[in-house]
């Protein structure tokens, strides 16, 4: 999916928690996030970013997963963020 940003124009979209698509949109720093990655037939389907918080509240294990066949409902509120937005907010968190 393609997220049209205001500061990078067409970029790769990432599918986050909304505290981190926020934290994201404001220009602060982000993270540590727990990933997801969700496969079907063994190949990456779908990756899935969490805050910390919202990972330990939802049971959320960072790794690799078989899609699942319904929508848990800490998955049905990850909102999309511009990928290179994503990066720079994590990147200001590693400095």
């Known amino acids: 999916m393609t997220f ?13 928690s909304p505290d981190v698509a926020e934290g994201v949109n404001a220009g602060q720093p982000v993270g540590p996030l727990v ?7 063994g190949d990456p ?3 899935l970013l969490f805050s910390e918080a919202v990972a330990e ?4 294990v960072a790794g690799e997963a078989p899609l699942p066949k319904t929508i848990a409902d ?3 509120t ?3 963020v511009c990928s290179r937005c994503l990066e720079e907010a994590l990147t200001s968190t590693e400095a």
Do not use: Q
């Open 4 to 16: 049209i940003c205001e500061s990078h124009g067409p970029c790769p979209a990432a599918f986050v």
């Open 35 to 41: 990933r997801v990655t969700y496969t079907h037939r």
């Open 45 to 47: 389907a779908l990756e």
């Open 57 to 60: 509240a939802a049971g959320v």
């Open 74 to 76: 800490h998955e049905k």
């Open 78 to 80: 990850v909102r999309p």
